[in-house]
C-alpha cells in the first residue's frame, strides 16, 4: 500500500496495531481524497465523509453533521462540580485507544491547522494520538485563472 504517505512519532517506538486499519481506511478512501492528482473544492467535510463509514466500522465516533447533535466535543477542562467548561469539537474519536481524528483539506491541510489540532489534541481528556487525515486540495479561488 503506497498511499497514504504517513508516519508515526516517536520513530524509536513501533507503531501500535490500529494504524493498520486506519490506514486502510484512508487507502480505500484514495480515489476521492488522494492527492496524488489535483482536486478541486474538496473540503475538510468531504474528506471526513469519505471516510466515516470505514472509520465507524473501526469503532470510532464520526461527526455526522454541523448540527449540535452531530458534533463530537471532548472534555478540555473542568469547573464546578466536575462538568466539563471548555470541551473542543472533532471530526472523530476512539475511546478505546484515545485517537483523535481531524480530517483537513485544502487551506487548512496547507496551513497551520495540524499545528493548532496537535496543540489541541494534547489538552483532550483521554486523547493518546492524533490521526490528522489531511488532503492538500484546492478550493476554487485558489486554482486560479
Avoid at 43 to 50: F, Q
Avoid at 55 to 80: C, H, M, N, Y
Avoid at 93 to 121: C, K, L, M, W
Wanted: glycine share 12%; net charge neutral.
Amino acid at each position: 500500500m503506497s498511499y497514504p504517505a504517513w508516519n508515526y512519532y516517536p520513530r524509536n517506538v513501533r507503531p501500535p496495531e490500529w494504524v493498520e486499519g486506519f490506514l486502510s481506511v484512508i487507502h480505500d478512501a484514495a480515489p476521492h481524497i488522494s492527492t496524488t492528482e489535483p482536486r478541486i473544492g474538496v473540503t475538510s467535510d468531504m474528506v471526513l465523509r469519505h471516510l466515516a463509514a470505514g472509520l465507524q466500522g473501526l469503532g470510532f465516533v464520526v461527526e455526522t453533521g454541523k448540527t449540535v447533535a452531530g458534533k463530537i466535543r471532548r472534555p478540555v477542562l473542568f469547573g464546578d462540580n466536575g462538568r466539563a467548561e471548555v470541551s473542543y469539537e472533532i471530526d472523530a474519536f476512539h475511546d478505546g485507544y484515545g485517537i483523535v481524528v481531524e480530517a483537513e483539506a485544502g487551506r487548512g491541510a496547507r496551513g497551520n491547522a495540524v499545528y493548532r489540532d496537535i496543540v489541541r489534541t494534547s489538552l483532550i481528556l483521554d486523547a493518546r494520538y492524533l490521526a490528522p487525515a489531511a488532503s492538500g486540495c484546492l478550493s476554487p479561488s485558489e486554482r486560479g485563472p
